[in-house]
């Protein structure tokens, strides 16, 4: 299984134009393609395969006025930006041909020098290293500081390094998991339970346990709203609205850290102590359309869910999926009759065929655990870990401290 470990860059100012122009020469190849593939389609001509695009827009590209500067930086730079052209036209022309599951992908699109998100990425041909003295050795950029929030379990097979909208560098390295180092990390346990996510409580388990949601983005609104204000006071074009436009991304860049950060210890943790796994499959897309917008991206439940998955399928753990039609809050989960549906102030109810009290999220809880055991025995054996895409989200602090801000 592959994952991805992120660490935080401090380059310096040299390093950092190197780096620029590496982000800078990386957009204009895959423009290039794009550009390419676009004038061949409106000319009824055959799209040009790969090897085509890397001698036209790479090799001859270097010998002429126009693009000789595509040789200052690293070869390997603009073939992985070619590469990242072939993927994005092909899972376009996947969803075309109804093959591609998840997300619907676009057409490919030009790439702007003012995105907020730049990266480039190196394999294991193009020589970079990590030197003795900790830092990340990149070709034609040096030798740049790296503070390792925690130890690689193996050797990385590629690194992406990555510019966001706050201005800050991170080093994404896909690493390759030891199944038997996993298995030893969290040993099998006998323990099941059922999540209800909610909004005044993040997570209502089985076992009777109710986790506070955070709520990073309420608590950071008024700050929010200052920057933002800030910002919309500035002159367009002008340096101070950059510097404002910088303030209100490190601000939100905040409360993603903080939220991605409480994701991971909480879904380690549920996974550490759980062998088996239950969650309800909310549509977290229609629930955005509601009035309580806000509070469902704040409490971020598909980020959360999407950890477990990954994690789950690392440690050999089960989760299981119910419906989103079930109806785990209008069932009794003593007897088992359903009571019908209840508005959301009801916070506790009385059953009225065994007269049994519950208190709306615990039951919920429980009846996603009963119905996931039921799946369960109905499919056969447990989940197992098996391989997936390098996830993106893994390492979760970002180089940032952790402790008591998340908790």
Same mark, same amino acid.
């Given at each position: 299984m592959q994952l991805r470990y992120a660490f +935080?860059?401090?380059?310096?100012?040299?390093?950092?134009?190197?780096?620029?122009?590496?982000?800078?020469?990386?957009?204009?190849?895959?423009?290039?393609?794009?550009?390419? =593939? !676009? @004038?061949?389609?409106?000319?009824?001509?055959?799209?040009p395969t790969a090897g085509q695009l890397s001698r036209t827009l790479i090799t001859e590209a270097k010998r002429t006025k126009e693009r000789c500067w595509l040789s200052e930086v690293s070869a390997v730079v603009l073939q992985q930006s070619l590469r990242d052209a072939e993927a994005a036209y092909r899972n376009f022309f996947s969803c075309r041909k109804g093959t591609r599951t998840g997300a619907k992908a676009g057409s490919p699109r030009f790439k702007s020098r003012k995105d907020t998100?730049?990266?480039?990425?190196?394999?294991? #041909?193009? +020589?970079?290293?990590i030197t003795g003295h900790g830092h990340l050795n990149l070709p034609k950029i040096g030798a740049v500081k790296v503070t390792w929030s925690r130890k690689l379990p193996s050797t990385p097979t590629s690194v992406t390094v990555v510019k966001d909208a706050a201005g800050r560098y991170f080093a994404s390295f896909v690493i390759d998991?030891?199944?038997?180092?996993?298995?030893?990390?969290?040993? !099998?346990? @006998? =323990?099941?339970?059922?999540? @209800?996510?909610?909004?005044t409580h993040f997570a209502v388990?089985?076992?009777?346990?109710?986790? @506070? &949601?955070?709520?990073?983005?309420?608590?950071? !609104?008024?700050?929010? %709203?200052?920057?933002?204000? !800030?910002? &919309?006071? %500035?002159?367009?074009? &002008?340096? #101070?609205?950059?510097?404002?436009?910088? %303030?209100?991304?490190?601000?939100?860049?905040?409360?993603?850290d903080a939220r991605r950060e409480f994701h991971h210890q909480l879904s380690t943790r549920l996974i550490s102590e759980n062998q088996g796994i239950a969650v309800e499959d909310l549509s977290v897309a229609g629930l955005a359309r509601t009035k309580l917008a806000k509070s469902v991206h704040d409490a971020g439940w598909? &980020?959360?869910?999407?950890?477990?998955?990954? %994690?789950?399928? =690392?440690?050999g753990r089960t989760l299981v999926k119910i419906g989103r039609f079930e109806?785990?809050?209008?069932?009794?989960?003593?007897c088992g009759a359903v009571d019908g549906p209840k508005p959301l102030n009801v916070r506790e109810w009385t059953c009225s065929a065994c007269g049994s009290v519950h208190d709306r999220d615990h039951n919920a809880a429980l009846n996603v655990k009963q119905a996931a055991g039921l799946a369960v025995s109905a499919c056969g054996a447990p989940v197992r870990p098996g391989g997936i895409p390098a996830q993106r989200e893994e390492t979760g602090s970002h180089g940032l401290p952790t402790g008591n801000r998340a908790a």
């Open positions: +935080r860059l401090y380059p310096d100012a040299a390093q950092q134009a190197a780096l620029a122009r590496a982000f800078g020469c990386a957009r204009v190849v895959f423009n290039d393609a794009v550009r390419a =593939r !676009e @004038d061949a389609r409106r000319a009824g001509l055959p799209f998100r730049q990266s480039i990425r190196f394999t294991a #041909n193009a +020589r970079w290293s998991t030891d199944p038997a180092t996993d298995a030893m990390r969290m040993p !099998e346990s @006998d =323990r099941t339970v059922g999540i @209800d996510l909610g909004l388990l089985s076992d009777g346990t109710k986790i @506070d &949601s955070p709520r990073f983005l309420r608590r950071a !609104e008024k700050k929010l %709203k200052k920057a933002h204000q !800030e910002l &919309s006071r %500035k002159q367009k074009g &002008s340096k #101070n609205r950059a510097k404002a436009r910088l %303030k209100v991304a490190r601000a939100h860049a905040k409360v993603a598909s &980020s959360f869910i999407s950890m477990l998955t990954y %994690k789950a399928q =690392r440690y109806p785990t809050s209008q069932t009794c989960s003593t």
